[in-house]
Structure formats: structure tokens, C-alpha cells
């Protein structure tokens, strides 16, 4: 029983967690990329892989909203929200990597890189305002979700180029990869820390802690040791480095997935600290509806 | 569909009113767009009026979707397989109204053309209804069918007895004209509750009242075994043991009067306006004044003994006294004459009852801390505030704040004698009864039928008394061939005769006779040859239900007025559509005072009427009425009982005279204008004559009515009477004349019942009863039963035959366990029973399954089981899937009390099924 | 100014669901939407229990996270405090839903009716498209505020400027005004009685108060955040 109404919500589910495993994945894969093959081309196949991640996110976020065909709106209102500003450096940056791409002008790819980071960064921060998730609206979920999609992005490198045989890779790839997700236990263990010290549901640490010994062993320590491994026995560099790789990847997903459709229990309602005296309230931060669309409305309603 | 909401072209509100249960009439305003009615709101009108303002409770949101439900039946119907039985398809066929009228006059003129009433002299018609008898309020004209008709049976009940505080109506007429219970909670201080969970059965008026209570700072102390709505909201809950509150009230008069002491008591109020200081003889009867036969106390002014109303006396309270002269009158007018006869004071026997019964002793009873009982009944004695009046449009009151009111299975039942007792008397005893402040009645039926004003009702009787008939037990009077099947008139004399008061009777004994499982010596009743049903669903409402539904199967001929499909009209012949409370019309009392907290500073008329046409061919009752009295030749008849009062108010009267031609047939408007001109002239004393079509524009119409009418006890001092109490002298020797009379007709299977007619309650061990009962009837072992099984009100679901709607599942669904069975956490988890895991409840008759729905706030041997549910053929409802406490409860002449009454409850066992799906 | 806020006393609710019921009809929301409901929530443990019923619906925060999180402007706040939807701007989205702290919002995709596909008149004549798949919730009726404050009429006070629970709690437990106006009905319960809002440690400020006069151990704070 939900004595207080602590319950899953159930309005984003694995569409909207795919935009974060998949786009997350694409950013970091766009900058790490971008920074790999910078200043020469970045291979076709790796760059439309990486936009191809990005907007697969993209689609599954679209297939969940309620108005697929208003969905532009988004796009005219960076200032709003957290979601139209991913939505808008998303906008420029897949055109921005699609020229760079074709018309072969690495600057452009590496601006698409640093806007991949940007969208990252949005990512965490659409999370973070979503005040009635306890997993969620924890600050440490801004690093968890950057050095995530980094890990991933890095990792989906290592396998790609070793998928269409651009091996050997160059070493800093390797270190920042292992950088990445020692970063990524690092977020992972504080998110987790923060997260167990405060009064989020009951189900969602339970969840949460369920999965950390396969994120914290099996995606993070486990790929740093394979990754280590891997530079002293270099017969098995590619199969140790792609199998950490496959790990990180695998276990970015998992865990995203399992933060945003499975361990998001709402808060539930509480009784309050009692006050005494009528309150002084703070005036309505207000906003009005966006005045362009406003007045289009009013004039047809008008007409 | 549009694909955006249509301008309105026309928006109106219209006036009408919900009474879906006692608690009514709540008046509303329907909001009603391009014919179409989409929504319910108070009637703000009555802002002042109303003691909650003219709001409306959760149940007429429900109506919008009653009136649109497509599961409706839209036409009449007929059976076509003549076999009966739940799996048989009744194979219904649509038919023209015209054909159903036909068909049920038709049955009606041949049970006419026999007799009345069958060889065995039980009316040959029958009605039933359900909702305490508020479909009458629904009913137009059709009572008035059924009075021209003559004899008919309402034995066949829906549930009363059983569902019903039964115990209270019986002892609270007799004692203060109160049907009802209820405390004066506008102003009452402390109030002890004894499981009545008035904040979900207190209708508008009763919720806003007590939250206002609250916000004053009553203390409400509830004594019940799991947490209700009502004990959510009250100061105190004590979580007492299933059958045992009669324990802790008497602890609690043991500590008023063997602790606190008399002086310390409301002395005036018993002995001027109590039976307190007669003297009791050593037979169980009044010491007598051989002269006048008056009752006699002991003067200590004059040491001696005095009849009751001899002026300037100081009638003793406590003692025994020697008299030298007296008579005791016995049962069938058995006298004794006495000689130098030791008489004993009525509180002093009502002190030496409750001497051994304390507050320690209880505990071990009832599970309810000694410390709590004292410190309980010494808070209410301390806010009684004796000796306090208050001044009520010129009349001194006395002002006793404090008041105890009792919940159903508590006030009904084995034990209900005790437990209604117990509690007035502790008012008495604090001279807290009908004053301001203090504990109240409402409405009579039995001492009159007036459930609007009581004090109508209030005559001088035997012995310093109010007047009040009982049915006959004296040889010449009593009747040794029940006019009805459940012989309410022959077993049980308290419940009256009069055709209105066969309500009243053992409906369980009915149901039982049919079934051939009660009353062995007399001969098995015929069912009726025509049983109307109308807003009850009996199959599902009462006890024991499978069985309801075979005794069903084998009637002749039933005629249901249906709403939907349901499981009682399952086995009917014809069923044919009602119009619903938004589609039909009748002129109604308001105000006034009447059942729970319906006291009102105002009283008149209010007008329920169609906020549209009714749906498909559903018609309006006065429409079927007349129809039927024409086919029936009753027309004449019928006429003339409308012209009484058979609409609520006689046509003719002081001053006017809007009474029908009785020779003519009348359209529902022309009667219901003539009713609205004669309510109108009555209650404006003739100034203001109203036309239905002003009550249709608005609404009601009324008068003020005074806070003092709230209260009796004015009209009790007026007449120098005494409230009957606390010896039960008259009800002691009805029980041995009823003895006799059964005794005499080889009657001997109601002696358990006969047991209980004692002059003082005595107190009884009622989980050992239901043991013994239990192993006694079922051939099981009581130990294999360890769980009390009860039921809890839901205010969304309660009376509105409502369980088809979908909006009122939707929000009951928000009040907990409306979905399963409450059980205790603690104890589920020790029983390895998880929230949400399926259980299997076994009584010693039949088993159910259901949601575990596990909470703190119940005791662990009990488990709940909100409303009415184990639905199926209802549409809707039937897909609920939710158990039903009616199914498991045992209909038996053993679990029958004295008065007719059996409770709600039963004990089971409980086993873990599956997990949570 | 103007603030418009609403009280919910909790020592006088008895949980009956009236206000809920009362709000699907003036609203017409589809079956399963509830803008406003009543909560009937359990602490303690058997036989120390309190059981208490708690109104809950959108709370019209001074600074509403659903506002901030809405990347169409959708939602807005008037000056008056509420906190608005445009059903035609709305994307349907959800990040409002779950930006919400108070489980307020409401998303319907299909047409949804109490008895199958097929609606019945009262629901045919109501039913509004524009509410197909994008977030709803308690609008403070704000559109009887302000079709009473047209009239002349003052919202809290007069039933036609009033929202629909209010009119209709038969336990006089919720109440509806201007905070700012300090004669206001909603001013005097503020100050005459102790209050608390839910989640006020979010920073959102609602604009829902609810009078009551115990505080929960600190114990069971930790188990009201559910299981």
C-alpha cells in the first residue's frame, strides 16, 4: 500500500528513458568523435551513427507527447524550459554536423561536438527540474547523466572503430574513456549516496541500490579494469577494450533506463512544518502563454 | 461527436431534490443544456434555511449518469422461460407498456377476485422497497394505490431488521418518541460513540454539523472496533471488542453511581421526570395503590408510600421501604395483594444491576482499559453541566451538553436491549435527555406516523407516562394468526400492527417462513400472488443471499420496477422502467425534525420534478399508479386516499378544500397541483396559495420552525409526565402475556426471544452466545471462526442503488477498502498475508474471496467489508468482482432478538489464497 | 493585488468525496481524471492510528515547477496567481506531469467515457477535444472567478464566483479568497489557525493551505514518503 501516495509515475516510460539512453549516447559520441578524428574528417559512419542516436532519441520522446504535430513548438521558446533548450541546441546541432559531415569542414563537426555536450548538459538539467521525482530532481543527476553519456559516447567510439577497422586507437582515447568512467562511479556512488541520505521513496532506493552492484562493478569498475588489462596484454587490447566498451554502453542504458522508467517514484503528499499568522506570499512568478502563438490563436478565434 | 464542446443554445437550472437516504431531502439545482442534464450543484437558496446551507451529498452527483446509464432498462419487459432460477436466461422480451399494465392488473384482478388476503390470511399482494422506506418518497401517487387496495404485505424485506438500528426505533419511541438518535450537536459538549459512524451516515446536515463541533471543540470519543470515518475525525478511538459495548456502558453507570454517587446525578430530573422512585414489588411489578392503582414511591416527607402524582412529595431514589398496603399487577391482569410488602426503588435496582459490573470487570470483556471507562463516564458527568438552563424562545430548558449515541449490531440484535438501555439511561442519570445539549430523538413511526414533528405524538398515558399502543398480548387481543409473513403482530408486539408499521416486524422471519426454517409449528406462508420490488435489491441486501434468490424463484408472480437489470428482478415476470429521481415529480416535506441531525430552524415543502423528460419509456410512478387504479376498478378509492393524505397532505383541510373529483381520472400534474395548493395554504396559514407550476420555478417553500420543538422534554413537563425509565415494568409484562399467548398455541420455538422481555436488561456474554449459536446450528467449531466479519457505511454507496454507476466507483475508490477487505497489517503479516493478496473469508454457511487491503486501524480479530457488493447480474457491478458480507451472514431464528432484530456481523475464518494479481 | 489561494481544514474533512465528484461535474472530466480528491491517509501503528483525510489537487504555486519545466508555454500563471493551461498551445508532453510535486496532472490521450467507447448525452454534450492528449488539471475554476468577478460578485463568497469543491464541501472544509485582502475569509482562517502547505520545503509556495494543529512525528515523516 502507498500509504501517502508514493507511486511509479507512469507518464514518462521507456520512450522518454530512451532519450536519454540514445541521445545521450549520440552526444557523446558526436564530441568524442569529433575530438578523436579533429582536425581531420570524421568518418561518415561514425558521425551519422552519432546523429543517428540523437534522433532516434528524438523520435521515441516524439512518439510519447500527447500533440506529435504541435511539436514544433518547442522549438520556439529556448528561453522556457530545460526541454526546448535540448530541443533547440539539438536543432542546430544536427544540421551544424550534417554540413560538417558532407561539406567536410571538421570546425563545424567540432562545434557539433561541444553542442553535443551542451545537450548533455540539458539532458541532466530536464531531470533536475522535475521537482515531483525524488531520483530525479537530486542535483548529483546533472554529472551522473554528463560523464554517463560521455562513457557511453566514448565507448560506442572504441566499438565502432573497431568495427570498421580503424584501429589502432589513439591512446588518449583510451585514458579519457578510463577518465569518463571513473568519473561515472564517481557521479554514480555520490547520486547514490545523496540520494540513500534523503527521503526518497522507499522503492526507488530500493530499485536503485538493487542495481548498484551491476552498475558500480559491473559498468564502471569492471570496464576500468578490462581498459587497464588491456594495455598490458596488447594480443587482447581490442577484445578486452570493445568488451569494457560493450559494458559501458550497455550499462549507461540500463541504468538510465531503470533511473527515468523504473525507479521514479513520485514523492507521495506529506503533511507539512505547521506555521502560525497569515502569510505574506511571494508574488506569482508568472508567465504568460508565448504572445506570438497567443495573439495567432486570438486573431482566429476572432475572426 | 463535435470536435469541440457546442456553443449552448439553451442553459437553464432547475430545482429538485435528492432523497436517496434518510438523510434527505438534500435540494439541488440540475443545470440542464439543449435538454440535456449535465450537472448537480447545491441549492444556494436555502443558504440560511438549511442547517448545512442547501448543500447536497456525494450520492446526487451520481444521478447524471443514472439518468444516462446505458445498462438502463428502456422498455417493460416480460419473462418468456416461465422456469426460474439464477442460471435459468429469463429470456426477456420487450413489450408495449400497454401489454405490462395489462398483465400485472390482470394478476392483480384475479388475487382480487380470490381474496385479499390467501387461506392462511397473509395479504395475497406484497411490496417491497428498500433505502429505510425513502422510495416512498419516490413513489408519487403509488402508496396511494396500495392503500385503496387494502391488506397488503411489506414482510418481505429488503434488509430492515438486520440493517437497521432496530432496537432504538423500538425502546426510543417508547422512551422519548425518538425513532431516531441523535445528539443536539449544535451545542453538545461530549459526545460518546458507541461505533455510530455519523460522519459517513449523517447525511449533509449530520457532517457539517459535527465538523462545526469540532471546530467548537466537542470531544468525541469512539468506542468501535476499526477506525471509521467517523473515528478518523474524533477526538479518541477506542478500539472496543465486537459485542461487548453493553459491558462498557454498564461499567460506566457503575461508576456513576457506585463512584461518582447520586449527588453528584441530574436528582431533579429523575425523580420528577423519571419512573426512578417506584417502587418495584416481589413480583417484578409496580407496588400499586390498591385504590387507584397508581404506582407508588416512597415520600420522605411523610415516610410513606404515595402514588406517583401525589404534589408536594420528595420521592425517595434509592431504598428499599415497607408498605403496608399494596397490589402488584401482573401479566394477564394478575394481581397480588400485599400486606407490610417490601418495595424496592426503580434506581435502586437499575444501582444493584451494575453493582458488580466495573469498570475492571469490563476490561476483560472488552478489551477497553478500566482507566479509560472511569475516566469517560467522569468527563461526561463533569460537561453535563447539571443544574445549568438555557432560554429557548421564552422557555427555560435545561442544558445538559452531553449525549451517547450508538451504531448498527450495537443498537439492533442480541444485546440491543442492553446497549439502547445502558446509554439512555446514562443520560438520565444526568438529566441529559431532550434538553438542549443532549442526546435527542427524531421522528416516530410506531407511536404515530409523523417522521416530520414528533411532539404531535405526545399524549398522557398509563402510570405518569407517555401513551403507547403495542400490539395486543392480552388473551382477547392477541392475534393467533399473524396477518403477515413475518407475524409481526404476534411475535413481536413492540413493533405495532398498522400496515405502516409491518416495516417494523422481523423480515428475516418472513424470508425464513418461505424458506421453512423458522416458526416449525405454524404452516409454511404461500408467497404472495403479486410482488411489487421497487428500489431494493433484496437477493443482494439481505442475509444469507443465496438462499434469498431460491426462495424468490418459487414466487408466482413479480412485477419490478427496475432500473437495470438486477439480481432480485432476475426472477420476475414483468419488469418495467422507473422514471429516476431527475424524472419524476412529488411534493415533499422539508425541514422540521427528522431522523439523524435533521433538526431544522425551519419547516415546509419542497417539489422534486423532472429535470427531463424521462429517458426511453421509463415513466413516472403517479402515471403507473393511476394506470394501475383504472385497470384495477380501484380508481374511486385511490381518489379518496389522495384526497386524505395520500400524497403527504389531506386535500381538504381547515380553510381549503383542493380535493379531486373521485369519480374522475387525474393527470400526476392535476393531483400534484392540488397537493401543492393545499401544502402551501396549510403552511401559510392560507396566505399563500402555490401552483405546481410555482414550485417548479422555485423549488420549496417555508416557514420558520422553533428550536424548541427540537426537544421533548417541554412537552413532557407540560403534562407532568415521567420518561419511562429506568424499570420496564409494561414491556416486562407484554413479554409474559406473549409467552403466554405462544405457549398457549404450542408455540415454544420463540422462547430464546421471550427470554429477553426482563424489566432490567441483563447483561450477556455475547461472543459466547455466537459461539454456542455458531456450534449449535452449523455443526462446525466455533474455534474454527476466529475473526468477527462486519460491515462499514459508505456514504458514496449507501441506499442510492448506485453500485452500477461509474462516477460513484470512482470516487468511493478513493475512501479505503471500498476494494477489498480490511484486515489488520500486523496480523495479515503474521499470517503471512501481504497488501493486495486474495483472500478467502469462510463464515459457517459460505465462503468469499477478496483483495486484502491491510491497515493499522482495525483491531486484529475483525475484518471489514465496506457496502454492499457480490453483484452478479447488475450491469457494471457485476464486473467489480467485490466480496459481499451478506453472502456469509447466517439467517437464523436463533441470532433473532427479542424485538425481531439481528445484527450484521458474523464470525469467519481467514485463509491466504494467491498473491496480489 | 490580487492572490487567490484555497484552504483546506482538515480537522473538518471527513473525506466524503463530494468536492471530487463535484468538480467532475463542473469540469467534465473523463472518468479516472480527478482535479481535485480527497486522500485518506493512516500512521501509527495499531492501536495508536490516526487516520486523516487530506483534499489535494493542483496547488497553484507563487513559482510552479510545472511552469518552468513547460517547453510551450502552455502553462501560464495570471496575475491573480493561478496557474494556467492553453490547451491549444499544450504539446502533451508530460514534463509538467512530472515536474509536479503534487501529483496534480493529468494527461487523457483518447476519448474516455464511464460506460465503453460510446458517450452518453451528458458526456457528448460536454466533451471538449481540445483536452485530448495535452495536461489538465485544477484551474482554480477560474473561469467561474471570473465570470462572478464580471457580475460584481466576490469569489470565495458568492457560489457563482466560486470554484465548484468549495460550493459543494458539505463540511464547510475548504474555503476559497484573496490572501491579499487581509478582511479577506481565507485571511481570517490564516490567522486565526495553525497551517501548513505540502511540500513548502520545494520552494513552489502553493497556493493551498491546510489547517491543522498537529504535526507528524518525525519518525513517521520518513515513512510518509511511502513504501
Known sequence: MNRFGSKLQTHWDWRAAGNFMFGGTGCGLILMSAAASYPNSLPLALGLQALAFIGLGLFLVWLEIGRPWRALHVFFHPQTSWMTREGSVGTILMPLALAGLFMDIPGLVALSGILGLLYLFCQGRILLASKGIPSWREPAVVPLILSTGLSEGSGLLILTLYAIGMAPIQGWVFFSFIAFLAFRTYSWTTYLGKLNGSKAPKKTLSILNGINPLMLWGANVAPIALLLTSMFISTYTGLLSCLAAALAVAGGWYMKFTIVARASQVQGYSLGKLQKGRPKMKAPVRRKPDSFVFDQKYEKENA | ??????????????????????????????????????????????????????????????????????????????????????????????????????????????????????????????????????????????????????????????????????????????????????????????????????????????????????????????????????????????????????????????????????????????????????????????????????????????????????????????????????????????????????????????????????????????????????????????????????????????????????????????????????????????????????????????????????????????????????????????????????????????????????????????????????????????????????????????????????????????????????????????????????????????????????????????????????????????????????????????????????????????????????????????????????????????????????????????????????????????????????????????????????????????????????????????????????????????????????????????????????????????????????????????????????IEITSPIASTRGVACLRQGVRPDVIIMLAQFGQWKTPYAKDLNRPSLNRLVAMDQDYIDGGGASIDGTKVSIKRVGAAQ | MTRYVMIADLNRCVGCQTCTAACKHTNATPPGVQWRKVLDLEWGEYPDVERLFVPVGCQHCSDPPCMHVCPSTATGQRDDGIVTIDYDLCIGCSYCTVACPYQARYKVDKPRFAYGDTPMESEEIRFDERTMGVAQKCTFCSDRVDAGLEKGLTPGVDPDATPGCVNACIADALSFGDIEDEESNVSELLAENTWFQMHAELGTEPGFFYLWDKELPEELQEKMQGE
Open chain 2, 1 to 838: 461527436m463535435s470536435a469541440t464542446a457546442p456553443v449552448p443554445q439553451d442553459k437553464k437550472k432547475v430545482s429538485t431534490y435528492c432523497y436517496q437516504c434518510v438523510n434527505g431531502p438534500d435540494l439541488l439545482t440540475v443545470e440542464v443544456i439543449d435538454g440535456i442534464a449535465t450537472k448537480v450543484e447545491p441549492n444556494f437558496d436555502l443558504k440560511g434555511e438549511h442547517p448545512a446551507d442547501g448543500k447536497v451529498c456525494v450520492k446526487p452527483f451520481g444521478l447524471v449518469q443514472k439518468l444516462y446509464n446505458p445498462d438502463r432498462i428502456k422498455r417493460p419487459m416480460k419473462r418468456t422461460n416461465p422456469k426460474k432460477g439464477r442460471h435459468e436466461d429469463p429470456g426477456w422480451e420487450e413489450i408495449s407498456w400497454e401489454e405490462a399494465l395489462d398483465i400485472v392488473a390482470e394478476k392483480m384482478n384475479e388475487a382480487r377476485a380470490k381474496d385479499v388476503l390467501d387461506e392462511h390470511g397473509n395479504p395475497r399482494l406484497a411490496f417491497t422497497t428498500g433505502g429505510a422506506a425513502t422510495p416512498f418518497k419516490y413513489m408519487g401517487s403509488f402508496p396511494a394505490l396500495l392503500f385503496a387496495w387494502g391488506p397488503f404485505d411489506q414482510s418481505l424485506g429488503a434488509g430492515g431488521t438486520v440493517k437497521c438500528y432496530h432496537s432504538e426505533h423500538m425502546f426510543g419511541e417508547l422512551w422519548h418518541r425518538a425513532f431516531t438518535i441523535l445528539p443536539d450537536t449544535p451545542r453538545c459538549e461530549y459526545l460518546i460513540s458507541f461505533g455510530n459512524n455519523i460522519d459517513a451516515s449523517g447525511g449533509v446536515t449530520g457532517v457539517r454539523r459535527h465538523a462545526d463541533a469540532r471546530v467548537r471543540g466537542m470531544t468525541r470519543i469512539q468506542f468501535e472496533p476499526h477506525l471509521s470515518i467517523t473515528g478518523a475525525s474524533a477526538s479518541e478511538w477506542v478500539p472496543i471488542k465486537v459485542k461487548t459495548d453493553s459491558a462498557v456502558m454498564f461499567a460506566m453507570l457503575n461508576v456513576m453511581m457506585h463512584e461518582i454517587g447520586l449527588e453528584k446525578l441530574d436528582v431533579e430530573f429523575l425523580r420528577d421526570r423519571t419512573a426512578s422512585p417506584y417502587l418495584v414489588g416481589p413480583n417484578g411489578f409496580y407496588l400499586r395503590d390498591p385504590e387507584s392503582k397508581k404506582p407508588l414511591l416512597y415520600d420522605n416527607n411523610t415516610k410513606k408510600a404515595v402514588p406517583y402524582d401525589t404534589k408536594g412529595t420528595d420521592p425517595a431514589l434509592y431504598g428499599t421501604y415497607t408498605i403496608d398496603k399494596a397490589i402488584e399487577v401482573g401479566a394477564d391482569e394478575e394481581s397480588w395483594t400485599h400486606d407490610n410488602v417490601e418495595g424496592t426503588t426503580g434506581l435502586d435496582l437499575t444501582k444493584q444491576l451494575v453493582a458488580e459490573r466495573t469498570p475492571e470487570w469490563a476490561e476483560g470483556i472488552s478489551d477497553v482499559p478500566a482507566e479509560t471507562t472511569r475516566r469517560i463516564a467522569n468527563d461526561f458527568v463533569a460537561h453535563a453541566h447539571i443544574g445549568e438552563f438555557e432560554e429557548i424562545d421564552g422557555r427555560k430548558v435545561p442544558f445538559r451538553p452531553v449525549a451517547t449515541v450508538l451504531g448498527k449490531s450495537v443498537n439492533n440484535g442480541w444485546g440491543g436491549y442492553e446497549c439502547v438501555w445502558a446509554h439512555t439511561m446514562m443520560q438520565v442519570l444526568v438529566g441529559a435527555l431532550e434538553v438542549s445539549g443532549s442526546m435527542l430523538g427524531s421522528t416516530t413511526h410506531l407511536a404515530g406516523d409523523t417522521d416530520w414533528d414528533r411532539l404531535l405524538t405526545v399524549d398522557v398515558g398509563e402510570d405518569g407516562f407517555m401513551s403507547h399502543t403495542f400490539t395486543p398480548t392480552s388473551k382477547e387481543g392477541w392475534n393467533d394468526a399473524p396477518l403477515n409473513r413475518h407475524a409481526n403482530d404476534t411475535l413481536t408486539p413492540m413493533s405495532g400492527n398498522n400496515m405502516g408499521q409491518q416495516l417494523f416486524g422481523s423480515t428475516t422471519i418472513a424470508w425464513l417462513r418461505l424458506q421453512e426454517r423458522a416458526a416449525e409449528s405454524w404452516p409454511k406462508p404461500n408467497p404472495p400472488d403479486v410482488w411489487f420490488v421497487y428500489k431494493c435489491n433484496p437477493a443482494i441486501s439481505f442475509s444469507e443471499t443465496d438462499l434469498m434468490g431460491d426462495a424468490m424463484a418459487k414466487f408466482p408472480f413479480i412485477a419490478a420496477f427496475a432500473y437495470t437489470h438486477d439480481e432480485t428482478n432476475h426472477y420476475a415476470d414483468v419488469i418495467m422502467p422507473e422514471a429516476t429521481d431527475l424524472e419524476s415529480d412529488q411534493l415533499l416535506r422539508i425541514g422540521g425534525g427528522h431522523y439523524f441531525e435533521n433538526h431544522w430552524e425551519s419547516e415546509g415543502w419542497a417539489l422534486r420534478q423532472a429535470v427531463v423528460p424521462p429517458q426511453n419509456d421509463a415513466k413516472d410512478f403517479s402515471w403507473i399508479a393511476n394506470e394501475l387504479a383504472r385497470r384495477t376498478g380501484l380508481l374511486e378509492a385511490y381518489n379518496s386516499v389522495i384526497n386524505g393524505a395520500g400524497c403527504g397532505i389531506p386535500l381538504q383541510g381547515e380553510g381549503y378544500d383542493y380535493s379531486l373529483d373521485i369519480t374522475k381520472e387525474h393527470t400526476q400534474d392535476e393531483v400534484w397541483d392540488a397537493v401543492c395548493k393545499a401544502a402551501s395554504h396549510d403552511l401559510t396559514g392560507g396566505k399563500e396559495v402555490l401552483d405546481l407550476d410555482w414550485f417548479r420555478e422555485n423549488g420549496f417553500k417555508t416557514r420558520p420552525y422553533s428550536r424548541l420543538n427540537w426537544y421533548l422534554y417541554p412537552a413532557i413537563e407540560d403534562r407532568d409526565l415521567r420518561f419511562e425509565l429506568p424499570y420496564q415494568e409494561r414491556y416486562h409484562r407484554m413479554g409474559k402475556e406473549l409467552a403466554n399467548r405462544l405457549h398457549e398455541t404450542g408455540v415454544n420455538w420463540w422462547d430464546r426471544q421471550l427470554a429477553e422481555y426482563t424489566p432490567l436488561p441483563v447483561w450477556h456474554d455475547l461472543n459466547k452466545l455466537w459461539d454456542e449459536l455458531i456450534e449449535k446450528n452449523h455443526d462446525v467449531k466455533a474455534a474454527d471462526f476466529p475473526f468477527w466479519l462486519l460491515t462499514g457505511r459508505s456514504m458514496q454507496y449507501a441506499w442510492g442503488a448506485n453500485v452500477g454507476i461509474q462516477m460513484m466507483k470512482e470516487v468511493a475508490d478513493n475512501v479505503f477498502g471500498h476494494d477489498g477487505i480490511i484486515m489488520n497489517e500486523g496480523k495479515a503479516n503474521a499470517m503471512g498475508i501481504e497488501n493486495g493478496d486474495i
